[in-house]
């Protein structure tokens, strides 16, 4: 039973960190040179529905693949794209998005207790709000010393264009966490 439960985690972590990587291939360009893509959304989910460690080994493993040579970092690829392109920050903050994101359904939503729907949707939504609020702190930090922008300066261009958008996501993401969680858990546990 414990090898049947330790394969579907592999697999599991190996999807969601197929659909980060896929995730990247659907952008829309805008000025200041990030995208919009729903790269974030996936890396945001792997943590919501696999919990800390599998949802942070899925965003690890996208890393890793992208650092090897595969262009996942928004079309692009290579170690240099995190540590010199203006996207780095972001995806750096992926991997602790997934990890918070995951951390804190762990505590406030304990799979195998009964919690109400109203509860749920609550703790559900401000794991996916400080989720992304952690991405783009850290893609605000690395936008700023990639370009020698100010935290003010940068701003504009790293985070207010990107608000309507992740309204969105956001409510996709509880929408899909609140639907698939319990069905995930059950092939993890």
């Given amino acids: ?4 439960k330790r ?19 659907i952008q829309i360009p805008l000025l200041g040179g ?11 989910l792997s943590g919501l529905l696999l919990g800390p460690l599998l949802g942070s080994a899925a965003v690890l493993i996208f890393i890793i693949i992208g ?14 794209v995190i540590l010199a392109g203006p996207t780095g920050g972001f995806i750096i903050g992926y991997l602790f998005a997934a990890f918070i994101g995951g951390l804190i359904l ?8 009964k919690h109400g729907k109203a509860k749920q949707y609550i703790f559900i939504s401000i794991a996916a709000l400080l989720a992304t609020v952690t991405a783009f702190t850290c893609g605000l930090v690395g936008f700023s ?3 020698d922008k100010s935290l003010l300066q940068s701003l504009p261009l790293v985070v207010l264009p990107f608000i309507p958008g992740n309204i969105i ?4 993401c509880v929408f899909l966490t609140k639907k698939f969680r319990p069905v995930i858990h059950s092939y993890l546990n």
């Fill in 1 to 4: 039973m414990e090898n049947k």
């Fill in 7 to 25: 394969g579907a985690g592999l697999i599991l972590t190996s999807l969601f960190a197929a659909l980060i990587c896929a995730g990247c291939f």
């Fill in 106 to 113: 762990k505590f406030t939503l304990p799979l195998g207790k």
């Fill in 67 to 80: 650092c090897l040579g595969l262009p996942v970092f928004t079309g692009k690829a290579g170690i240099s």
């Fill in 34 to 44: 990030i995208p919009v893509v729903i790269q974030d959304m996936m890396a945001f």
């Fill in 169 to 172: 996501k956001l409510l996709v």
């Fill in 145 to 147: 010393r990639v370009t």
